[in-house]
């Protein structure tokens, strides 16, 4: 069994900052791309950020220059540092991985965390 657990989300104020962790455990062989989504009330969820085993990365243009993503491969962990927050980055933000375990290779995701910006 594979599991993605998030932490980090809360209440933040309009131009603060809030950092997103994302750990996978379980049965894992190797981590291939990991990112992360979000969806907002009334929207379909979409890619925020997504970094490759070799670090490279790709940016939704509404959080490039604002956003980091990185992760800790020995510790199959993933990272989001979200900078100049807006009300619009309010949504629950989902990890998404794509796991090889002994048996399988096929994409997990997390249960997501709330981030609301709001004063």
């Known amino acids: 069994q594979v599991q993605l657990m998030e932490s980090g989300g809360g209440l933040v104020q309009p131009g603060g900052s809030l950092g997103l962790s994302c750990v996978a455990s379980?049965?894992?062989?190797?981590?291939?791309?990991m990112a992360w989504y979000r969806q907002a009330p009334g929207k379909e969820r979409e890619l925020v950020a997504e970094?490759?085993?070799?670090?490279?990365?790709n940016y939704a243009d509404s959080v490039k220059g604002r956003f980091a993503i990185s992760r800790d491969i020995a510790n199959n962990t993933v990272y989001l540092q979200m900078n100049s927050l807006k009300p619009q980055d309010t949504a629950i933000y989902y990890c998404?991985?794509?796991?090889?375990?002994?048996?399988?290779?096929?994409?997990?995701w997390g249960q997501g965390t709330q981030v609301t910006v709001s004063s």
């Open positions: 970094i490759t085993n070799f670090g490279r990365t």
């Open positions: 379980g049965d894992i062989f190797s981590i291939d791309h």
């Open positions: 998404n991985a794509d796991i090889i375990t002994t048996s399988v290779n096929q994409l997990y």
